[in-house]
């Protein structure tokens, strides 16, 4: 057998770039469905990094907690995540559950956001930010499921790219808002207004929503987690490298606060650091929103696989810039943008992956399971790091995660798996 037959890391490309070349008889990608959940990130995103920009000057100077607790809160709130996208799977399986799971989990996260800045203490804001992420945890198998119910097969790298794109674009437009609210009505009153964006979301993905029920029809199923048809898919071995990465993975709150520092030790005043922190961060989403979009190409052309495995190789180089001492903010400006380029990269090829190895019926629990290693990860990564940076340094945090990444990068590449399970794609 061939390599693609062999991997879905591989699996489908070639068949999908003789796809593009005849037509083949596949809708058009880019539908109002694709937009719609594309568009219900970028809202949502710009709603939740509002809060993610002002949250280390909040934590650390409103608050007067250490770099510790925020790496603890952010830590905390990833591992619910992952608990929630592995629970809310099985769910998503079903198509008639997708709409009011994504919804609701969106509405959640909204809210939960907004009354962040209501709390008085370090365990107050813990509380609430678990409570919003995971509510991201219950949406996400369902949003995913529903982009890949709406996609043709041959361009799940273009319509997950699209996806990571609109996510990181709110991503942009989140820490802009945040820089010019904090400096227009303070950051309390900022935190507050961090919800109205998610509002914007429910209706997006609703209406996205309503176009993947049109593509397949409902039916009853088990509320099983098929754990064993995982495996015959071929899923198991790919979600090494994937968690590997993970590890090393740091909340990108650390990264804000390690700019932060650098730059007040280069002679900017709190306030001024902040403010070219959290613009240097928009510019870390603004390449993830680029790179994710080319990256969707790039995967269904050449597979999942060396697009993941270079997105691991931008970290190691990324974290080799927060490590160094004495920066100025161009240096960081770069770390930064190489950190957004390796994001953008993964979490496409990632979600290409679960979605062209697996069929309809089971691409809710993929992505539950791929959602937990995320996650779980994210969690080891940012509360361990955030300990490394308080007790000893950031230079052994950032070494710590930089290692994990080189790691994905050798598992990616040794990566093999046996063939998964036939299925055809719902649209055809």
């Given at each position: ?10 699996r ?10 005849n037509?083949g008889?596949d809708p058009?990608w ?11 990130s ?18 650390t ?12 809160v ?9 608990l ?41 804001v ?35 790219g ?7 674009l709110?991503a ?10 904090v ?30 029920r ?33 590890l ?13 520092q ?6 900017l ?5 902040t ?45 080799g ?8 903010w161009?240096t ?19 979600s ?26 994210d ?33 990616s590449?040794?990566?093999?798996t ?8 719902p649209?055809?």
């Amino acid at each position: 057998m061939t390599r693609d037959e062999h991997d879905p890391l591989e699996r489908n490309t070639a068949a999908g770039s003789a796809t593009d070349a005849n037509g083949g008889g596949d809708p058009p990608w880019f539908g109002a469905g694709v937009v719609g959940v594309a568009t219900a990130s970028f809202f949502s995103d710009t709603g939740h990094e509002i809060t993610t920009a002002i949250l280390p000057s909040f934590i650390t100077a409103t608050l007067h907690a250490s770099a510790g607790a925020l790496g603890l809160v952010e830590g905390l709130s990833d591992g619910l995540m992952g608990l929630a996208k592995l629970g809310a799977g099985p769910l998503a399986n079903q198509p008639h559950r997708r709409s009011r799971l994504a919804s609701g989990g969106y509405l959640g996260t909204a809210v939960a956001t907004g009354l962040i800045g209501l709390s008085a203490a370090v365990w107050q804001v813990g509380v609430l930010r678990a409570l919003a992420w995971f509510s991201r945890g219950v949406r996400s198998p369902a949003r995913d499921s529903i982009l890949a119910a709406v996609a043709p097969a041959r361009a799940y790298g273009r319509a997950f790219g699209l996806e990571r794109a609109g996510d990181n674009l709110g991503a942009v437009a989140g820490p802009l808002l945040a820089a010019v609210l904090v400096t227009w009505i303070g950051i309390r009153p900022a935190l507050y207004l961090a919800a109205i964006p998610g509002a914007f979301a429910v209706v997006a993905i609703t209406l996205a929503a309503r176009a993947s029920r049109e593509q397949l029809p409902a039916a009853r199923r088990t509320l099983s987690f098929e754990f064993r048809r995982l495996r015959r898919a071929g899923l198991l071995r790919p979600m090494i490298p994937v968690a590997a990465f993970e590890l090393g993975n740091v909340a990108t709150t650390l990264l804000i606060l390690r700019a932060m520092q650098l730059l007040q030790q280069g002679g900017l005043t709190l306030t001024a650091a902040t403010s070219v922190a959290v613009l240097i961060y928009a510019a870390h989403n603004a390449f993830g929103a680029v790179v994710a979009a080319i990256g969707g190409h790039w995967i269904d052309r050449a597979g999942p696989r060396v697009v993941f495995a270079c997105a691991a190789l931008l970290y190691v180089v990324a974290y080799g810039g927060f490590a160094a001492p004495d920066q100025s903010w161009w240096t960081l400006l770069i770390a930064f943008s190489l950190a957004g380029s390796g994001i953008g990269l993964a979490e496409t090829a990632e979600s290409t992956l679960v979605a062209r190895a697996l069929p309809d019926e089971l691409r809710g629990s993929g992505f539950g399971m791929l959602g937990a290693i995320q996650a779980g990860g994210d969690f080891a990564s940012s509360a361990v790091v955030g300990l490394l940076y308080a007790v000893a340094s950031p230079v052994i945090g950032f070494a710590y995660a930089a290692a994990w990444m080189v790691v994905a990068v050798f598992g990616s590449v040794a990566l093999r798996t046996p063939p998964a399970e036939p299925h055809a794609h719902p649209n055809r």
